[in-house]
């Protein structure tokens, strides 16, 4: 069975910095489409970031220059790096392993954003 597992959630004051990690098993690992996702309370999930096997990137407006996704493969293991976090940016952080037609998801890190 597939695992992702998240880690490096918690409480930051805005201006600050956070490192998630998401650790795999049980797959490919260095073949997958890796993501970050978010949900807030009361909103639809959203994508953050996403990084495929060759190591191209995308992300959402929102995030753009201050957040940096990453993978070690070696590790199996990817990577958000969130710089000058926001309140808004507070939300449940998932973790998506992506490769058609299957896709897999983690448990969820929270991240909150408050002063």
């Known amino acids: 069975q597939v695992q992702l597992v998240e880690s490096g959630g918690g409480l930051v004051q805005p201006g600050g910095s956070l490192r998630l990690s998401c650790a795999a098993s049980r797959i490919i690992f260095s073949i997958y489409v890796m993501g970050w996702y978010r949900q807030a309370p009361g909103k639809q999930r959203e994508l953050v970031a996403t990084i495929n096997s060759v190591g191209t990137t995308n992300y959402a407006d929102s995030v753009k220059g201050r957040f940096t996704i990453s993978r070690d493969n070696a590790k199996n293991t990817v990577y958000l790096q969130m710089n000058t976090l926001k309140p808004e940016d507070t939300a449940v952080y998932y973790c998506?392993?992506?490769?058609?037609?299957?896709?897999?998801w983690g448990q969820g890190t929270q991240v909150t954003v408050s002063s």
């Open positions: 998506n392993a992506r490769l058609a037609p299957n896709g897999y």
